[in-house]
């Protein structure tokens, strides 16, 4: 069984998961926990995606882990190139 993640946990291994780029990651005060990330180039110039990550996703590994692949995949489509990646081993 996965130890659920905890949020700034999620959020680091979010922000390594997009180098060399930066990720930022926001919530509204009044949302549902829902997680927006960003991913933009480092001068701030260009966004490169967005993902919307409700709680259920980022408190779980295997499918924070998935759903940053597909989207570094998806991105990979369209041209942007990250560093090597893989999501960490959780207890």
Known sequence: MNTPLR??????????????????????PEGNGEVSITVIDRTQSRLLGRRKLPSTV??????LGETLEQTR?????EGVSFAPWQMPETA
């Not at 949020?7 to 509204?28: E, G, S």
């Not at 980022?58 to 499918?63: G, H, I, L, Q, S």
């Not at 995949?73 to 489509?77: D, I, K, N, V």
């Open 7 to 28: 949020f700034n946990d999620a959020l680091l291994i979010a922000d390594r998961a997009f180098k060399p780029f930066q990720c930022v990651a926001w919530t509204l």
């Open 58 to 63: 980022y408190t779980d590994p295997v499918k």
């Open 73 to 77: 995949r998806e991105l990979s489509e």
